[in-house]
């Protein structure tokens, strides 16, 4: 069996003309998951990375719209956290 690297841009998670909500960004995930199963079930070794650009410039523009009330973080922090948001994604995807 193979060893496969997908990755799933950040503008595939996030389509064009959508705002992005969680339930949005859930839905176009599964989606992309979708087909990666059979490899899986096939016995390759799937690994998966993703792009974060709309994710992350989302993220910090509300950090930055929010600082008058919590303080804001910059762009690498900002960016950690959307990582992470979208690793628990996908892997839910697959859970589920």
Known sequence: MSKIVLAIGGNAIIKEGQKGTIEEQQKNIIESCEPVLGLIEQG?????????????GNTLIKSQMAESV?????LDVCDAE?????????QQAFRN
């Open 44 to 56: 390759n070794t799937v690994v998966i990375t993703h792009g974060n650009g709309p994710q992350v």
């Open 70 to 74: 919590v303080p804001s973080y910059p």
């Open 82 to 90: 959307t990582q992470g948001n979208l690793g628990y994604l996908i």
